[in-house]
């Protein structure tokens, strides 16, 4: 996969078949990178469940933390990274070690380490560096143009409304 | 759509664009409201807490200014985008999501009168100080660089004289220092240049021009290019510092490279409350359809007038960097190779007393301090839109005393160069 641009369709494909994520580096504090994703995917109705060992045992936005991946005791179809590209290369090691093996590694904006990308996607499994959930929800869904962002998706079909005011679901069908 | 870039004229109809799901109208309705529900007091929170995207208010947002903000983002490329209530307004925002008191910045000399006043008044009660510079020499920029400098800002193709302006050695000096290339794109418009893709941070637009296109709108857009980094030098703290508006959030690193446009929306747009109303945001979108085939029309038109207009025993000189002989016909080459805009100057031998007399005896031509209308338009920009100049700034901005300038509209160009000819006559 050439990370500096993903095709739409391979985000979109991401987005619609995982149900479950695992969210590394989950922050407690409301304002955090971390806890915003984490809060729009919980209303996107994904479930997300938080690892962070100095929050281990504690709830964020209602989900118990845990300290590993390790430690999780069910399957996750996704891996989310809030760490730094130096943390990459032992995560994926984690995520390797997991069985069953989740199906995609999700590494946040800024984040990149293309060794390590190397590595899950010999094993097998999607890689996505240096983006956000949040935002690529928003562009597929075109809820993102509401503020204002370059969605860079034009289309013509009828957009998926959601229940409650405000809410689209992702457009694009799996391809 | 495939994965291949889609072509200017196709976003210009497309970007940002969905049938509305709930009636199945097409074009873009006009959200005329002030408000929009919540589902719940969390939906509310999320959204004043930045942690959802939707509606609040349309002093903040408003779902037809959005369409037009992603339409014109995807015609500049840039990443996201701000719409305003006019260009003017969209310039106080961007300085003001870029500057503390006591800091400068570097702006041409070349610009539009308004944008002159705005910087070197205006902008002096907030502490902020324009340096100006001479946009064809390249020293008088760099040299005025200190360590408050926080920006460079130009017009792509200078109001009014016309002239291009090299983006990219701009771009480079801004870059070499730190700190953003901001353009005014109003005159050129994306259709025939793309500032983000000669090393712009950020593009500004009056949308009141070209882009609306029809002189019925006034509006603003502030475009991110989402290149510039706002957290290395720390000189940034709109968008690299825990904004206590928010709770502690910081903005770029929450927003990555859209941060720039979100940081103009929520800590100046809501706070200052330039919007532009939904029902302007919607003309200015059904102009921006066309804007492909009129700037075309326009260019076209005015290099045939201008053509004629040089040749006329009356004429004194012409500025149009469409003509081949024009000192800065090689920059608009370089720049704007679909043509040279729409607005022209030039002088009539007999000053600034033929100037009057010939601007009077203008039939079809509105005198108005106007430009970018599918109408031809006259001004005389000393006594005008550069009125509160200095003379040597209005000569050094190209608007001296015998200055007409002309927006050349999209009527037949017989009819444009006939009522040229007659009030020339009687100049
Ligand atoms: C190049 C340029 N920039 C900015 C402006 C200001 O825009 P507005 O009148 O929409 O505030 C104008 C208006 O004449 C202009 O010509």
Redesign the interface.
């Known amino acids: 996969m050439n990370h500096d641009r993903y ?3 391979y985000i979109a494909n991401i987005l619609h078949s995982v149900k479950s994520i695992a969210m590394i580096g989950a922050s407690a504090k ?2 955090r ?1 971390s806890y ?1 994703a984490m ?2 995917l919980l ?1 996107k109705g994904y479930e997300v469940i938080p690892v962070n060992p100095g929050q281990a045992g504690k709830e964020i936005l209602g989900q118990l933390v845990y300290a590993k991946l390790s430690d999780i005791p069910k399957p996750v179809d996704m891996v989310d990274v809030f760490r730094g590209s130096d943390a990459l290369p032992s995560i994926v090691d984690d995520v390797l070690a997991l069985d069953p093996r989740p199906q995609v590694l999700w590494a946040q ?2 984040v990149r380490n293309d060794a390590a990308a190397e590595k899950a996607e010999a094993a097998g499994l999607k890689v996505v560096m240096n983006r ?1 959930p949040k ?1 690529e929800y ?1 562009r597929h869904s ?20 959601q229940r ?5 679901g992702i457009r694009a069908r799996p391809q | 759509m495939s994965n291949s870039e889609p072509g200017f004229s196709t976003l210009a109809i497309h970007a940002g664009a969905q049938p509305d799901p709930t009636t199945g109208a097409r074009a873009t309705p006009i959200y005329q409201t002030t408000s929009f529900v919540f589902e719940d007091t969390d939906h509310a929170a999320s959204l004043f807490g930045l942690k959802a995207f939707g509606n609040i208010y349309t002093r903040i947002m408003n779902p037809t200014q959005a369409v037009l903000e992603e339409r014109i983002a995807a015609l500049e490329g840039g990443t996201a985008a701000l719409a305003t209530g006019s260009g003017h307004g969209a310039q106080l925002l961007v300085f003001h999501t870029i500057m503390q008191p006591g800091d400068n910045f570097i702006a041409a000399n070349k610009l539009y009168g308004g944008s002159i006043n705005q910087f070197g008044h205006a902008f002096k009660s907030f502490d902020w100080h324009v340096r100006w510079c001479d946009p064809s020499d390249l020293d008088s920029v760099e040299s005025q660089i200190d360590d408050r400098t926080r920006a460079i800002f130009i017009e792509s193709l200078a109001n009014p004289g016309g002239t291009f302006v090299d983006i990219k050695a701009f771009a480079d000096i801004a870059h070499k220092h730190g700190i953003p290339l901001i353009v005014d794109n109003t005159m050129a418009s994306p259709y025939l240049v793309r500032p983000i893709e000669h090393g712009a941070d950020l593009v500004v637009h009056s949308l009141t021009k070209f882009i609306g296109g029809h002189g019925n709108s006034m509006g603003g857009v502030i475009v991110d290019g989402g290149t510039f980094d706002w957290t290395a030098s720390g000189n940034y703290p709109m968008l690299s510092e825990p904004r206590p508006e928010y709770g502690g959030i910081v903005l770029h690193e929450t927003f990555g490279n859209f941060a720039f446009a979100i940081a103009c929306r929520v800590l100046g747009l809501r706070d200052f409350g330039p919007a532009i109303s939904p029902f302007n945001a919607f003309l200015i979108l059904t102009g921006v359809e066309t804007l492909p085939l009129r700037m075309q029309r326009h260019c076209d038109n005015t290099l045939e007038v201008a053509s004629w207009i040089k040749n006329h025993d009356k004429v004194a000189w012409v500025s149009y960097s469409g003509l081949e002989d024009d000192d800065n016909h090689a920059l608009m080459k370089a720049y704007s190779p679909k043509g040279a805009g729409a607005v022209f100057t030039f002088g009539l031998k007999g000053g600034y007393e033929a100037g009057v007399k010939f601007v009077e005896a203008l039939e079809i031509f509105s005198h108005l301090a106007n430009i970018g209308d599918t109408r031809s338009l006259v001004i005389h920009p000393a006594s005008t839109t550069h009125r509160q100049l200095s003379p040597e700034q209005q000569v050094a901005a190209g608007a001296g005393s015998d200055v007409v300038r002309l927006s050349i509209g999209i009527e037949d160009v017989a009819d444009i160069i006939g009522d040229l000819s007659q009030a020339l006559d009687k100049a």
């Open positions: 095709p739409d369709s409301d304002v990178p915003i809060k729009y209303a904006l800024t956000c935002i928003g075109g809820e993102i143009g509401w503020n204002g962002v370059n969605s860079r998706i034009i289309s013509a079909r009828k957009p998926v409304l409650g005011y405000q809410a689209l």
